[in-house]
């Protein structure tokens, strides 16, 4: 039979392929729409966060009191991290006497460092998904290619033949498998790097906040009795 373009075309490749191979085109199409659903989402969550963290510095670096600041509130990672360093603070010095100014240091400290890793290991979840998507696709596809090169030899065997009618749609669904775990893996990649690259960056600036809220708490902490 001479191959068209419509029997060669993407459909008609995955519909004459070898169930296992078309196992595999599924699996790597069905990585990849969860690649580009967590490579959308975290995008947009982090430019939601980097917003409110500028309309929040913003309203913090205003307040003149901690009674101004108790009234500042949000809800991303500056503002937990702010919350935590408050109520810490509260729990430690509000009604008390004699207090222990380097523990409610230390305690500060260890509080809003806590509330960092918590935050940076929310939005850091399911990128290890990506980076195993980007590494492991390829070898998937190529198991793909594999699998349709051993048809095509499987079928030059049985038939004596090795035209190229005998042998093109072996290595076509072959080339096929190859291209779909590129495709895959290419975003994955490129999406795990640009998310990897913001979430250091607000990490960055939630411990350039943090150290910046600890020195005006340690101040505040120098006026109690």
Known sequence: MV??????SPWALFLQADIVVKVVMVGLLLASIFSWAVIFERTRRLRMIDREANAFEERFWKAKTLD????TKGQHPTADLFLAGMDEWQASVEGRNNVDREGVRARLASVMSASIDRSISDLSD???LLATIGSVAPFVGLFGTVWGIMRAFIAIGATQNTSLAVV???IAEA???TAIGLFA???AVI???RLLHRITRLEDRLLGFSSAFHALMSRELDGVS
């Open 3 to 8: 191959k068209t373009a419509e029997t060669m």
């Open 191 to 193: 999406g795990y790097n």
């Open 68 to 71: 101004e600041l108790s009234a």
């Open 185 to 187: 893996a290419i975003p």
């Open 126 to 128: 399911r990128l290890n």
């Open 168 to 170: 093109a749609p072996g």
């Open 175 to 177: 080339l096929f498998a």
